[in-house]
């Protein structure tokens, strides 16, 4: 049979670009070639080819991303190529400084690249406008950061319901009500966010995040500040998520047994990502 090469070295199934780099595996499937960075992307591609074929939930193309400040330019992000594909847990691992937080508000539309592209299911979103990106925003992703960004003034209830003001939707209290009994938060609707614990917050954050049902879900570090068993809880909620209710789950994290659960850690360095970013992972190990 002929062979039909769709898939190039510069669009490998992970989404670097692999020219003029040295032992790239590769496989075949139905007809079609298949570059990896790394063995351990070959092996989560032949555990589930079905899954990688098509277009990538999320694709970043040769993504740059300066900061001026005064005369100093800082190059964070310096041609990042990635895939993200539809339904996986993702953990972004890498220095103080990589431009991790840099990438996810580019991937979550909070910020814009200085060149390249960002493709949701193969659309560039990166040059849309500031409205249609506001829709994206709301609609297709649920943020939670380090710091939870609850708004002070507002109860844990008026929080959540936010999103769905932005949205124009009327909130539904007796399944809101139901999810903050779900979250271990029944009682505390009407708390501030200074009366609420950091996990309490965090959990009030996350479901904040879920109030428009996205299906992209970003955490910056979500669990970095809470205790270990808090951070656990939450972390078993977004993971949850994952499995059960098959949101896509990016999250970036310094933690690594965090890492360790994610389908694929992406590492970066020098505002790239590192060829194996299989590093810490058991299951498609040899
Ligand atoms: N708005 C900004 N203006 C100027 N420089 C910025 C801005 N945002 C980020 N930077 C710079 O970009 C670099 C990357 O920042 P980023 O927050 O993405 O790092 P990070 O990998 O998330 O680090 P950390 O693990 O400490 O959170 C840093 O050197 C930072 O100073
Ligand atoms: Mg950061």
Redesign the pocket.
Known sequence: MEQKYTNQKNDSVCGMNLEGLDDIPETVHNGNQFFFCGNFCKKRFESNPEKFQGTPLIALREVRKSFIVGNVETKVLRGLNLNIWEGDFVAIVGS?GSG??TALNMIGLLDRPTSGSILLNGEDVSVLGDDVRAGFRSHTFGFIFQQYNLIPWLTAYENVTLPLIFSNKTADSGTLEARFHDFGLAARLAHRPFELSGGEQQRTALLRALANDPEIILG??PTGNLDSVTGNKILEILINLNKIQKKTLII?THDDDIAEKADQVIIFKDGQLERNHEVQRKIYTE
Do not use: F, G, N
């Open positions: 103080s991790k937080s910056d570090e970036v």
